[in-house]
């Protein structure tokens, strides 16, 4: 099947994604649903035995390309990731690991539980990092992620920004001293883009991570920060580098990358929130677990953000993210309020 087959169905319809389907598995489909809330790249596929697959379609053939072959690589190599069931016509296929996400099972758990499935978490993407080492013909290939400096500067400069949006004064910091510290040459494998939305705990409480659309090189601890910035990861400091020591080997300089990624990517992640507190309010936090998106929860923003505060508080170069992140819940309120009154305004008018 292509693109050019007469009466076929535009890519990226409902018919063309059965028929994909169908090609591959030989099943038909029964029903197809959206896990993650519309818009997404994933579906959820029923077949008419009852089982259900995941069909991922991306952006460009090119990416999705690439996505298969590092599925199918890590696959190949007994790593924790869904297995690759087929790819045709830049839909891929893979099996359905369920409906657990680590997110929500983080959230909803005490601290052993949370502590046990953070080190799970973390131990499955490090296994993941050994099974592409071992194929360094596949690493070579691979994109080099954030090593130029233009892209430092821009992932630092976001949050000043942000200070305005949010009427609070700017972290202070050196600009050049924090890209800098940023700084990585291309020299391990990582998945990049690691919220804990994306993995899924198994009924044996291991844990999968899927969505392998963005990977490279760069020093091999990125993914972790990831997790750690998760607002549901939810452990404090102590316990928290407790965790982060394994992935690192115990090099400073290496859990001192996960602790500055994970503080500047949760001010990127409050950008987002802010931006959809501006226009939508305060989201449901039950919805906001259930689709993995970063929404803007008003119960939940106080203890995340003092989780940062204490993560880079004695950072020497992102210490000034201390007091910047204290300051948040109470200006995101401010904001919100605004973002109350149109709803309200929009409901009388109705």
């Known amino acids: 099947m292509t693109d050019a087959t007469p009466g076929a169905h535009p890519p990226g319809s409902i018919g063309w994604l059965k ?117 360094p013909e596949l690493v070579a290939r691979l994109p080099g992620l954030g090593i130029e400096p233009a892209w430092a500067e821009e992932f630092v400069s976001r949050p000043v920004f942000l200070s305005g949006d949010l009427g609070i004064a700017q972290p202070k910091m050196d600009f050049e001293a924090v890209a800098t510290a940023l700084a990585a040459t291309p020299s391990r494998f990582l998945r990049w883009n690691a ?37 549901a990861w939810g452990l404090d400091r102590a316990t928290t580098d407790g965790l982060i020591e394994g992935p690192c080997d115990g090099d400073a300089d290496a859990m001192a990358m996960v602790r500055r990624m994970a503080t500047l990517l949760a001010a990127n992640r409050l950008a987002r929130m802010t931006a959809s507190l501006r226009t939508e309010g305060w989201a449901d936090a039950a919805t906001a677990l259930r689709q993995g998106r970063d929404a803007p929860v008003a119960e939940n923003l106080p203890g995340w953000t003092a989780r940062m505060s204490e993560l880079c508080a004695d950072d020497a170069h992102l210490g000034g993210f201390a007091p910047w992140f204290a300051a948040v819940p109470d200006a995101m309120a401010r904001l919100a309020e605004p973002a109350a009154d149109r709803r309200g305004d929009a409901a009388g008018a109705a």
């Open 19 to 135: 028929t994909v389907t169908r090609d591959l598995t030989g099943r038909g489909v029964l029903r197809i649903t959206a896990p993650g809330g519309p818009g997404r790249a994933s579906m959820r596929v029923e077949l008419e035995d009852g089982t259900t697959v995941i069909a991922t379609r991306r952006a460009s053939a090119a990416r999705a390309a690439a996505e298969h072959a590092v599925l199918d690589a890590l696959a190949a190599e007994g790593a924790p990731v869904p297995a690759p069931i087929g790819f045709a016509d830049g839909l891929l296929l893979q099996t359905d690991v369920g409906a657990h996400r680590l997110s929500t099972e983080m959230a909803g758990s005490d601290t052993k539980r949370r502590v046990a499935l953070a080190a799970g978490a973390l131990a499955a993407l490090d296994g993941c990092r050994a099974a592409i080492m071992r194929r």
């Open 195 to 231: 919220p804990l939305a994306k993995a899924s705990v198994q009924d044996a409480g291991t844990v999968i991570w899927y969505d392998w659309s963005l990977t490279g090189r760069r020093t091999g601890v990125e993914d972790v920060a990831w997790a750690v910035s998760d607002p």
